[in-house]
């Protein structure tokens, strides 16, 4: 176009080709994912091997980019131009880095890119303990229902135009991962008091008070409700109440404190005073 950037259009679509969209930092995030699994475990892994998954990791990630930007172009030119740059451009591109790092990751857990001596514990780091089995595993579950609702979100988004009406996908799927692992979250919970409320509503005051207005969103909300069915607007306002106020502070809070925080403080406490690990794993998580 006139401003040098490149474009591929027709009489019904445009995309302009900027240049963050051509896949460098997608191609850099897998990179530093897998090199962060590849370096806590590369004492068990074949280099080689590795360094061409990595490789190919990568390369893969460049490929999806592409297939990304060709299917932009074909859902906005056949189906919804709304759809394709709101919802399918903000989403596919994670969803697919996702998917290559985490096959890449589970495979390097298989036999052959493992050496062939891999038994026994992980040697320990400068002080600090690799956590247990039983940890790391009590971790994952806590952890699961955030993936599941992030997850639910980054599909629905593909199919989600300007205003987000598939929202309530979301919160079901974040609802149904906290009610398949309440047996492990039940016992969590503490007992009621004063200070939980008050605090909540101290940092939602100090949220309230941090963060302006978007003027924009905030017509697209006040005139797309308007504009819908009464009865679809009152729902899609529950779900959004419901799932901003209850599930999703719930898998954070499952995530973050059930299971990060106590993976850190697991990995320090050998190094560390008991009172000194357990902050640093508060601050840490945080």
Not at 99 to 104: D, E, G, H, R, S
Not at 212 to 218: G, L
């Amino acid at each position: 176009d006139e401003d040098g950037v490149p474009l591929i259009f027709n009489e019904r679509f445009a995309i302009r080709m900027h240049p963050s969209c051509a896949g460098y930092r997608g191609m850099l995030t897998t990179f530093l994912l897998l090199a962060a699994v590849a370096g806590l475990e590369w004492s068990r892994l074949r280099p080689l091997r590795t360094a061409a998954l990595v490789a190919g990791a990568v390369a893969l990630v460049f490929v999806m980019n592409s297939v990304r930007i060709a299917l932009l172009f074909r859902l906005g030119e056949t189906i919804s131009p709304e759809v394709a740059v709101n919802g399918f451009h903000n989403q596919f591109g994670a969803l697919s880095l996702l998917t290559v790092a985490a096959a890449a990751a589970v495979l390097m857990q298989t036999a052959p890119f493992r050496r062939a001596a891999t038994a026994g514990p992980r040697p320990a780091l400068g002080g600090l303990a690799w956590p247990s089995a039983r940890a790391v595993s009590d971790a994952a579950a806590m952890t699961a229902p955030l993936a599941v609702l992030m997850l639910a979100g980054m599909l629905a988004g593909l199919f989600a135009g300007e205003f987000d009406w598939l929202y309530p996908a979301a919160t079901l799927a974040g609802g149904a991962a906290i009610l398949a692992t309440r047996a492990r979250l039940l016992p969590e919970l503490a007992a009621p008091s004063p200070a939980g409320p008050l605090v909540g509503v101290a940092v939602y005051a100090a949220w309230i008070l941090m963060v302006q207005e978007d003027a924009e969103r905030t017509r697209l909300l006040r005139e797309t409700l308007a504009a819908a069915p009464g009865w679809a607007a009152a729902l899609w306002i529950a779900f959004r109440v419901f799932g901003s106020s209850v599930v999703v502070p719930v898998v954070e809070e499952m995530a973050i404190r059930g299971g990060l925080m106590r993976l850190i403080d697991a990995a320090t406490r050998p190094a560390l005073p008991g009172r000194v690990s357990l902050a640093l794993a508060v601050v840490a998580s945080s």
